[in-house]
């Protein structure tokens, strides 16, 4: 199973999910009231990756990151 993590401002713990692609992720999280409205805003990373391509194949132990855009100074 694959793990997601949750950075920056998103208050979730990692989940595992098991899916064979990122485009099988989104249904799942766009359940999740809390996450709705990060899943279209933030970028996506696999093993520390940035991707694009949700058709991208995923292993049983790949890491995923929602990285949420943010503001620094």
Known sequence: MAI???LGPIDKEPI???IANLSELK????????L?????NS???V?????SDLNI???????IS???PVCGG
């Not at 249904?27 to 809390?34: E, G, Q, R, T």
């Not at 093993?47 to 991707?51: A, E, G, L, S």
């Not at 194949?57 to 890491?63: A, G, M, S, T, V």
Request: glycine content about 0%.
């Open 47 to 51: 093993n520390d990756k940035i991707v």
């Open 27 to 34: 249904p799942l999280l766009a359940n999740d009231k809390d």
């Open 57 to 63: 194949p995923l292993l049983k132990h790949d890491k």
């Open 36 to 40: 709705a409205d990060w899943l279209e």
């Open 66 to 68: 929602l990285l949420p």
């Open 4 to 6: 997601v993590e949750f």
């Open 43 to 45: 970028a996506v990373a």
């Open 16 to 18: 595992e999910v098991d």
